[in-house]
């Protein structure tokens, strides 16, 4: 069960290293919100998942998909910050990521709109392993494999090899992948 815990959420989340990765590069995202947004998004696909077989239900997989609209408004939101930003120096953007007191939200809404094939994979999962031990197992795995997933992008951000290429173009990268994001999300939620 551990392995196949391990699998599920590798598979699933290794594109999330990438988004993590610019998130920890970008100014406006202090690490604290990162981490925590990066909780909350995996948390509320992880709920979502053990309830999955009851929302299947009652709202269509397109619907769901839909919810890809939030990284590309938030995309677009960046593209517009970056622009206006264009003129402001190194200690007023330091100063605004201090002050961004809301960053995790953004990045839980991307963590969770990203999250289509987490559920998919985590609601049979929770269907097959029933017993309380089981589940609390997995979402401990799930938990665990998060931390590792931040520590790994964060290590990566600071590494003096990839750290200055990734800082000096993270932030503008970031809105253009979160838009791409967004637009896999909705064309893979209308493939039947």
């Given at each position: 069960?551990?392995?196949?815990?391990?699998?599920?959420?590798?598979?699933?989340?290794?594109?999330?290293?990438?988004?993590?990765?610019?998130?920890?590069?970008?100014?406006?995202?202090p690490v604290r919100q990162v981490v925590l947004g990066q909780y909350i998004g995996i948390g509320l696909l992880v709920?979502?998942?053990a309830l999955g077989s009851f929302l299947s239900l009652v709202i269509?997989?397109?619907?769901?998909?839909?919810l890809g609209i939030v990284p590309i408004v938030i995309g677009l939101n960046k593209i517009i910050s970056l622009r206006r930003s264009k003129g402001t120096d190194l200690r007023q953007k330091v100063e605004a990521r201090k002050n961004n007191r809301f960053a995790f939200a953004e990045v839980a809404g991307v963590t969770f709109s990203n999250?289509?094939?987490n559920i998919g994979v985590y609601t049979p999962l929770f269907a097959k392993y029933t017993h309380a031990i089981?589940?609390?197992l997995l979402i401990t795995i799930f938990m665990i494999l998060t931390?590792?997933?931040?520590?790994?992008?964060?290590?990566?951000?600071n590494h003096p090899l990839i750290a200055?290429?990734?800082?000096?173009?993270?932030?503008?990268i970031l809105p253009f992948v979160l838009i791409g994001i967004g637009v896999y999300i909705i064309l893979g939620s209308f493939v039947f």
């Open positions: 069960m551990i392995p196949l815990g391990i699998s599920a959420f590798v598979a699933t989340t290794i594109d999330d290293i990438f988004v993590l990765m610019i998130f920890f590069s970008s100014l406006a995202f709920g979502i998942s269509p997989v397109y619907i769901i998909g839909l999250g289509g094939d089981e589940i609390s931390a590792v997933w931040c520590i790994i992008a964060y290590y990566l951000v200055s290429r990734i800082r000096e173009t993270g932030h503008i």
